[in-house]
């Protein structure tokens, strides 16, 4: 019962801010309908310009800057030349370090913080492996400790398991049924708005895929 | 009424419609080329675009009045301008000044070898220094494989540019080390007495350093610990030659860790043949203790203490007693002390202070003598900086070094006893001025006052670097260096002023694509080189300052983790031209401790399928010079070439688990460092002689890092791997 009041209680609080500033929510959901159809690093940072528009618009929302620092750290992942991928990393940091003061309680900002941190590490695995997983770790820790049902950070620590166990010669598929019962329950955890993550389900489907 | 009110209201919404603003242009930076990607909106509002390939941006807005155009693009300075919206079209062509980012711009390279910062295409990371072949886990030996250095496997020390082992000096964070080596018996080599697992960034300076750093005549090496650990762990390592366990507990704005560890060559000895003769053979007990505390957001303190104890006999020819083998007993006690703070105070200021205290103890017992030697010493620096600007550093600070050396020799009975006491007092100041990002200079002084000695010294420095292509650069470095005379003769007189060399470097640095290509060109002139006038060393007046020299050569490095998938692999050359006349060379002569050809070759490979990275280095100096009494010729004789193959392999057992094996000169070339000679001659006018070998042919090392976390999968791959 608590929770269904709870629920629709916050269902009515993202009604009625929806209301309050619809100059905020269709530009954002209408820029995050534009993710589908990035297809390289330039379509990235154009999409990545448009959230630092919108963050510098409202300085108070948290989640415009948290997709600008999505965008940046894809870029990373996306790039080929390596010194250009610190570069782009430099740029996801500092809207990370604000997130983090905006809005510390959130667990979205902790597992896009280790998701950051793991960029940082393929860079140069050799030199950065143990100093950025352990920090990537610690991220996602926090992330889960804040909601231990969130599924992104549950993918990005099932990613890293099974990255370590692979580099280590242990058998990845071991996290196998982790991946997979994270993919039966996604759908199940819900947003707290159309504009809140919801990123990370078809990467759990890649792991589930590369498992059979 | 209603209705005019209504119509006019539609009318003027139509308007608004009809009388967008349509911004565009174009996006270049200063020197024409244009800029895509970059940002450009209407401030405030959500009016915006991203400029295209071209450069070119065009949006529209239905916004009416002042507006700011804000243009704005990464590694740029942000554009902005006051629009007045009126409905129609502004063009506007923005042109983007680079920001000034330190991290992107040029830096001094003229005779630096740095490391650590991450984001930054480093030359030789720390890491390195454990993973290279033939380093053996030692600081000094890994540095031997840069340009620069010359290998005197007698010694292990550093030898630098030309210069004595005595004129380079190590500095942990920023406090200097004054007795980085293990003890050892003449003509065998040592190693630095602290880990390489302990420090997280190092820079090698090989001349042209900073006005911060004094008493150095050939090179400083910064060594920098690392910071706040990750976690709780416990790390054990278990090698061959001894066991070492290290405890560290954090929380959360500090952390301690507790080492101790145990050594004892005697097993290993006896398996592996060796070329002295042990009575007792090498034996090691050290404690440490590590402490971190952050003292604000910004700051953070450091306090290392260690207590080491090592002892060894070893049977040395006695050359002054007909060459039997006689007993030399050394015990070494060593206590150490670092600390450091490093903070801001206020908005600018930032403030870097470093001490330390050393009390090290060698006593020694060879046939009829007894010496024992105690240095005390203790160290204070503090430095602070303030930018002017991003462009303008200012520093300047302050420093004092106090040292006592004793030294009390029983020889047959008779007792020596000889001690001096001397405070070095300085004051430096450098400024570090960026023109651009492609051209910086850094300009500097420092002022000395040894009260021992009663002398005092001006040594101005001064650096530049300019970026000649966005991967390419120059810098030149000058300066003058002075460092008083060794211990051994301040001991019997104060009648010798500081010793002194001028550097002159020129460097080119290109790198890209993790290569990194370096050459360097230098000359140093020594000049005030003390000289031993006469054999009565214990006169005072046997000592006076009219000794010079100079050193010239040729550095290159180039390194490529690039090309060879996996694989890492760098080469160094060093030629040299050095001659010198000081102590007690009969004229200029070239010093025993260079070699004109210094060459390295490093290879590493990670091998994913065997969890391994096994390394291999190649090392030659050409031949060293040497001085038989016995020949007319001073240091005309010429030792074997030096030539060593190392290798090394470490494989990741468990995420936790390390073993790791090195072998030194595992093909056995044949090195020998000359021939040392009796200090008189015998009944038939001849000196005798005994060859000087390294320890044992070969050298091996064996050994296991496991590491204990809670986590359960960190490891000690930054020690080993």
């Known amino acids: ?77 996306m790039e080929q030349d390596v010194a250009k991928k610190d570069s782009y990393l430099d740029v996801a940091e500092k809207s990370i370090n604000k997130l983090i003061e905006m809005a510390p309680s ?107 | 009424m209603k209705r005019t009110v209504i119509s006019i209201i539609t009318i003027l919404i139509s308007l608004n419609v009809f009388s967008q603003t349509i911004i565009m242009g174009k996006v270049s930076e200063e020197n024409g080329d244009v800029l895509p990607g970059a940002s450009a909106y209407l401030k405030g509002t959500y009016d915006g675009t991203t400029s295209n390939e071209n450069g070119e941006f065009k949006f529209k807005s239905n916004k009416k009045g002042q507006f700011t155009l804000a243009v704005e693009f990464m590694g740029y300075e942000p554009f902005s301008r006051i629009l007045d919206l009126k409905g129609d079209t ?34 030789i990371t720390p890491r390195d220094m454990v993973t290279t072949a033939g380093a053996a886990g030692d600081v000094y030996g890994a540095l031997q494989s840069l340009p620069g250095t010359t290998t005197n496997g007698e010694s292990g020390r550093l030898f630098v540019k030309g210069g004595d082992s005595e004129e380079s000096q190590t500095y942990i964070d920023g406090a200097l080390v004054s007795v980085p080596y293990n003890s050892t018996a003449p003509n065998m080599a040592t190693r630095g007495r602290f880990s390489p697992f302990m420090f997280k960034g190092t820079m090698f300076s090989t001349g042209g350093y900073s006005a911060e750093y004094g008493q150095a005549l050939s090179s400083v090496l910064l060594l920098n610990t690392n910071d706040m650990p990750e976690e709780d762990q416990l790390d054990l390592s278990f090698l061959m030659v ?94 150490f002390m670092n600390a450091s703070w490093n903070d801001k105070l206020g908005e600018k200021w930032a403030i870097n202070s470093a001490a330390s205290f050393t009390n090290n103890k060698d006593d020694i017992h060879f046939d009829q003598t007894h010496v024992v030697k105690k240095i005390q010493a203790n160290y204070l620096k503090s430095t602070l900086s303030y930018p002017f600007s991003e462009k303008f550093l200012l520093k300047f600070g302050g420093e004092l070094f106090a040292k006592t050396f004793s030294q009390n020799a029983q020889i047959s009975g008779v007792t020596h006893d000889n001690s001096f006491t001397n405070h070095t007092f300085s004051g430096f100041t450098e400024a570090q001025v960026y023109a651009s990002s492609k051209f910086v200079t850094r300009i500097g002084a420092r002022v000395e006052y040894s009260d021992y000695l009663n002398s005092f010294n001006f040594a101005p420095r001064l650096s530049t670097a300019y970026k000649i292509t966005e991967k390419s650069q120059i810098s030149l470095a000058y300066g003058w260096f002075y460092q008083n005379p060794v211990d051994d003769y301040l001991l019997y007189t104060d009648h010798i002023k500081p010793e002194r060399a001028d550097h002159y470097t020129f460097s080119f640095q290109s790198s890209a694509n993790e290569r990194i290509i370096k050459a360097e060109l230098y000359y140093k002139d020594y000049r005030n080189l003390v000289k031993l006038t006469s054999g009565e060393f214990y006169l005072p007046t ?52 260079t070699s004109k050809h210094n060459l390295s070759i490093v290879y590493k490979h990670w091998i994913g399928s065997l969890r391994s990275y096994p390394g291999i280095n190649f090392k030659y100096s050409s031949p060293r010079v040497y001085n038989d009494p016995n020949s007319t010729v001073f240091n005309g004789e010429k030792m074997l070439p030096y030539r060593s193959l190392d290798v090394s392999w470490s494989f990741l057992y468990r ?30 006018g001849n000196y005798q ?33």
């Open chain 1, 1 to 77: 019962m608590k929770k269904i009041i709870l629920s629709i209680a916050v269902v009515l609080i993202s009604l009625v801010s929806m209301a309050q500033k619809p100059e905020y929510y269709e530009p954002m959901g209408e820029t995050l309908g534009q993710f589908s159809s990035v297809k390289s690093v330039a379509d990235m940072q154009e999409l990545g310009n448009k959230f630092q528009m919108i963050a510098n618009a409202e300085t108070t929302e948290w989640l415009p800057l948290y997709y600008h620092a999505h965008c940046y750290i894809l870029m990373s992942f």
């Open chain 1, 106 to 212: 959130e667990a979205e900002v902790f597992a896009l913080q280790s998701f950051y941190f793991t960029g940082r590490l393929v860079v140069n695995p050799m030199e950065r492996g143990q100093e950025f997983s352990a920090l990537s770790g610690q991220a996602i820790g926090k992330a889960l400790a804040l909601d231990p049902t969130n599924p992104r950070a549950k993918m990005l620590k099932i990613q890293m398991d099974m990255g370590s166990a692979r580099f280590f010669g242990t058998d990845p598929k071991s996290f196998c049924p982790q991946a997979k019962e994270l993919l039966a329950s996604w759908d199940n955890f819900k947003p707290k708005s159309h504009l809140y993550p919801n990123w990370g389900k078809d990467q759990v489907e890649g792991i589930v895929k590369g498992c059979e």
């Open chain 2, 90 to 123: 502004i063009r506007i062509n923005v042109t983007l000044k680079e920001a000034f980012n330190q991290l992107n711009a040029v830096t001094i390279t003229a005779g630096t070898f740095e490391a650590g910062d991450k984001k930054r295409a480093v030359t």
């Open chain 2, 242 to 335: 001894g066991v070492e366990a290290a405890g560290t507990k954090k929380w959360n704005s500090g952390a301690i860790t507790g080492t101790l560890s145990y050594n004892n060559l005697k097993p290993y000895m006896r398996l592996v043949p060796q070329n002295y003769h042990w009575t007792n053979e090498p034996e090691s007990t050290n404690g440490a203790i590590s402490f971190r505390q952050k003292t604000s957001k910004t700051g953070m303190f450091k306090f290392y203490s260690s207590l080491d104890n090592g002892n060894f006999t070893v049977r040395q020819k006695n050359l002054d007693a007909g060459g039997q083998l006689t007993d030399y007993q050394l015990t070494n006690d060593n206590v």
């Open chain 2, 542 to 593: 046997s000592y006076n300052n009219s000794g010079s020299g100079y050193a010239k050569g040729l550095d290159l490095f180039w390194r490529d983790k690039k090309s060879i998938k996996g694989g890492d692999y760098w080469i160094s050359y060093s030629y040299v031209d050095a001659k010198r006349d000081y102590r007690n060379f009969p004229h200029e002569a070239i010093p025993s401790f």
């Open chain 2, 655 to 684: 995420q936790n688990i390390i073993f790791y094996f090195a072998a030194n000169n595992i093909t056995g070339f044949k090195n020998e460092f000359g021939r040392t000679y009796a200090s008189s001659p015998d009944v038939s």
């Open chain 2, 689 to 721: 002689s005994s060859a000087v070998e390294p320890s044992s042919n070969r050298f091996f090392v064996l050994g296991c890092f496991i590491t204990l976390t809670r986590r359960g999968n960190a490891n000690q791959l930054d020690k080993i791997n």
